[in-house]
């Protein structure tokens, strides 16, 4: 029998990387973004650690002075893109269906359509999740993670592998920290475990606390 | 959960590499995961059988090799090991380190005919 299974199968070596589609995606979007110029940043946090908060008041302090589109990715709703429209954004919805992520053809179909290249900034919030983003790059040039005072400071060290990504970390809803059991230096501590290099800012959508320093990072970046 | 996604991409890939050989079934497939690759090694045996039904691919037994996380410690001048996913030199803690495995996700071979 086994002589027989032997002859009969033979082994392929093959040696490609499982998510070279998306990677390959990812680096025709790069170059994309690059040849237009076009800063494209890919925002990622749990559900409701206020990506889309930071993304409405980013879009009524940039108004007039950036060009921004923002994708949205989320599961089913378009409430997201309503809300960021509402506010004057130019915001376009993906519905993921089932997918927990955005992947890099879902953004590759909006380039030369949504976005056309004159922007200067692409604003990409991703699906809530902080697991399944960071196996798909979009190409962008930069990566957020956001981290809600509420949530606690143990998350980076649960979820490492996102919070070793991100080129800047940060940490939301800071006027809720006297509320809630949150402890800054432990936060900081666990963040520095996973991702050294990553700029941490603390801010918050409903006071402005940090926006400055985050708009000021985005003209820089 | 993504990796019923990425076992559905890995069924597509598998296939389209089995029908440019000629290959009507396979038996075995084995992959690389790195401790640090975001891919849960557990998950991905749940979901693998699961995309893989009425495929040619149907019943292929998956091994999966584990890569442990590995970092270069320009302190120490040295490659670790690290048992938790702290990038940081277990050693003397330097965080100022490299990581040079455990990223990884790959098709290493299949067994086919
Ligand atoms: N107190 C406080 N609440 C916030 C802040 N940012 C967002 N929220 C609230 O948190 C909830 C989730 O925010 P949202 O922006 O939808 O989060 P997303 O799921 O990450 O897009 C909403 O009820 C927001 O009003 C903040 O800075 N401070
Ligand atoms: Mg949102
Ligand atoms: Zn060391």
């Known amino acids: ?31 994309w973004f690059k040849s237009h110029a076009v800063h494209a940043i890919n ?22 002075i950036r060009q921004v589109s923002i994708l949205v ?27 927990c992520h955005l992947d890099a053809s879902m953004i590759a179909q909006q380039l030369d359509h949504f976005v ?7 604003l990409i919030e991703n699906v809530g999740n902080l697991v399944c983003p960071s196996s798909f790059d979009l190409g962008e040039k930069s990566k957020v993670v956001l981290l809600s005072v509420t949530e606690g400071e143990e998350k980076p060290l649960k979820y490492p592998v996102l919070f070793h990504q991100a080129d800047v970390i940060l940490i939301t809803k800071v006027d809720l920290a006297n509320y809630v059991p949150w402890n800054k230096a432990r936060a900081i501590d666990a963040i520095f475990k996973i991702n050294p290099r990553a700029k941490i800012i603390e801010l918050s959508s409903l006071t402005g606390l940090g926006m400055d320093e985050w708009l000021h990072w985005l003209k820089e970046a | 959960m993504h990796e019923l996604s990425i076992s559905i991409s ?22 690389e995961v790195g401790a640090f690759s975001g ?25 999966i090799k584990q890569i442990p996380l590995c970092i270069y410690c320009p302190t120490c001048k040295k490659e670790v090991i690290l048992k938790d996913p702290f990038i940081m030199c277990s050693h003397c803690h330097e965080v100022q380190v490299e990581v040079i495995r455990g990223k990884e996700f790959n098709l290493l071979s299949m067994e086919v005919e």
């Open chain 1, 1 to 31: 029998m086994c002589e027989v299974d032997k002859m009969h199968f033979k082994v392929l070596n093959l040696g490609t990387r499982v998510l070279h589609k998306n990677q390959d995606r990812a680096e025709q979007n790069r170059t």
């Open chain 1, 43 to 64: 925002i990622m946090s749990s559900p409701g650690s206020g990506k889309t908060s930071l993304l409405e008041k980013t879009t009524q302090a940039l108004r007039g």
């Open chain 1, 73 to 99: 990715g989320d599961l089913q709703t378009e409430l997201d893109a309503d809300r960021l429209k509402k506010v004057g954004a130019k915001a376009k919805q993906i519905n993921t269906g089932n997918g």
């Open chain 1, 116 to 122: 056309t290249g004159h922007e200067d900034l692409l």
């Open chain 2, 10 to 31: 890995l069924v597509e890939q598998a296939l389209a590499i089995m029908q440019k050989e000629g290959d009507k079934r396979a038996r075995r497939m084995t992959l």
């Open chain 2, 39 to 63: 891919i849960s090694i557990e998950a991905l045996h749940f979901c693998f059988p699961e995309a893989t039904k009425g495929t040619a691919l149907e019943n292929c037994h998956l091994i």
